[in-house]
């Protein structure tokens, strides 16, 4: 149908990228609310599959115990099916989605299909001591399993050098990624990424 095409070409989609700890989650929070776009969190979404005690849970969580990535299949038919079911929102915010490079070709060919595309990468930059930090310290409360020991915590952020910072070069061939330095209050890195967003979306 036209009309749904007409739509879709004006979504605003917007990848949230970072290593663990950098606030990608708490600034989604935000930025999701200012923009009234859709939150895709693959992290949550593994998360509510463990609490249900899914198979697809019950596999992830002893991948993510161990700080490693979940096969890119999984993640990947977990935002198709998101995708499916959200169609007519302003827009995507895609948070801990796409990890490596495959998941990076899958959601390009994704957005495709639905006649839309990325609009912006945001990357959250966090020194490596601050982010060990900030991890331990949300262990504390945030009954995540994967946050509690050091080792784990090294071997995830270890995982992202490894795997996850291509994702960058694949946007910047297409000049979509945009740096963002990510300490200092919430609300300064906020109004960093909301003065971002907004000169794309100009
Ligand atoms: P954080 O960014 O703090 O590590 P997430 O909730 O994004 O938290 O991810 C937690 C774990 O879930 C990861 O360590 C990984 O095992 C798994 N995971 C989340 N998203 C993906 C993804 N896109 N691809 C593969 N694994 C993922």
């Known amino acids: 149908m036209p009309e749904t095409n007409n739509r879709s070409k004006l979504m605003f989609n917007i990848i949230l990228f970072g290593p663990p700890g950098s606030g990608k989650g708490t600034q989604s ?54 995708l499916e079911k959200n169609k007519g929102v302003n827009g995507f915010l895609f948070d801990g989605f ?35 930090k900030r991890l331990l310290n949300r262990g504390l409360t945030s009954g995540r399993s994967d946050d509690t020991n050091e080792a784990v915590i090294k071997a995830r952020i270890e995982e992202y050098h490894k795997k996850t910072t291509v994702v960058a070069d694949h946007y910047n061939k297409s000049a979509k990624v945009l740096h963002v330095k990510g300490e200092g209050s919430v609300e300064e890195i906020f109004a960093a990424l909301s003065a971002a967003i907004d000169e794309r979306k100009k």
């Open 29 to 82: 929070e935000k930025l999701i609310e200012k923009y009234g776009l859709k939150h895709l969190s693959t992290g949550d979404l593994l998360r509510t599959e463990i609490a249900a005690q899914t198979p697809l849970g019950i596999e992830a969580k002893a991948i993510m115990d161990k700080g490693i990535l979940v096969p890119d299949d999984v993640v990947v038919g977990m935002i198709k099916n998101a």
């Open 98 to 132: 796409p990890r490596t490079e495959a998941q990076a070709i899958a959601l390009d060919n994704l957005l495709q299909e639905n006649n839309t595309e990325i609009g912006v990468v945001l990357a959250l930059e966090v020194s490596e001591e601050e982010l060990i």
